[in-house]
């Protein structure tokens, strides 16, 4: 890709990270997305920056690593402060709610499942097979809207 990357371009990065996202390939989504967060500005960029990270934590629960999921959660949540509802078609309340669901069982282990000896492969409290999917409420980039 190039360093600037057109509508067209961010449309399809931005479609693909949802496809693999939803195939339950989050180590890919957040790859993918990645692409368009390192062009991107303002809301946008912190927006696209949740997106990953949202990704990043379900994949540290598929590894069994308590303590990514944690320390992963936590910057999260802060990317998606300020916006509410709906932005870039995707319910950010909805993300927000559907990482505590998943998140919480973890964040609810003993201490020592966090201790920074403890190898990855942990076995976590989540169904895997219940993992969120992303639907868009509108296609951001189908009337090219600025939200």
């Known amino acids: 890709m190039s360093a600037s990357h ?35 500005n303002g809301q946008k960029k912190l927006f696209y920056q949740g997106l990953i990270q949202f990704a990043v ?15 992963v ?6 990317k998606f402060e300020g916006l509410a509802g709906v932005y870039m078609g995707i ?6 709610a559907e990482l505590k669901r998943m998140v919480d069982p973890i964040l609810a282990l003993p201490a020592e499942r ?18 969120p999917k992303i639907a868009l409420e509108y296609d951001p980039f189908s009337n090219h809207r600025d939200d």
């Not at 319910?91 to 927000?96: C, K, L, M, T």
């Not at 492969?121 to 169904?127: A, K, R």
């Open 114 to 131: 966090f201790d920074p000896a403890m190898p990855r492969g942990q076995d976590m409290p989540v169904d895997l097979n219940a993992a």
């Open 6 to 40: 057109t509508d067209n371009d961010e449309a399809a990065i931005f479609h693909e990270g949802i496809r693999q996202f939803n195939d339950g390939e989050w180590f890919e989504a957040h790859e993918v997305w990645e692409d368009i967060w390192h062009d991107a």
């Open 57 to 71: 934590t379900i994949e540290h629960i598929r590894r069994g690593n308590p303590r990514g999921v944690r320390a």
């Open 91 to 96: 319910d950010v309340d909805w993300i927000r």
């Open 73 to 78: 959660y936590k910057t999260c949540l802060t």
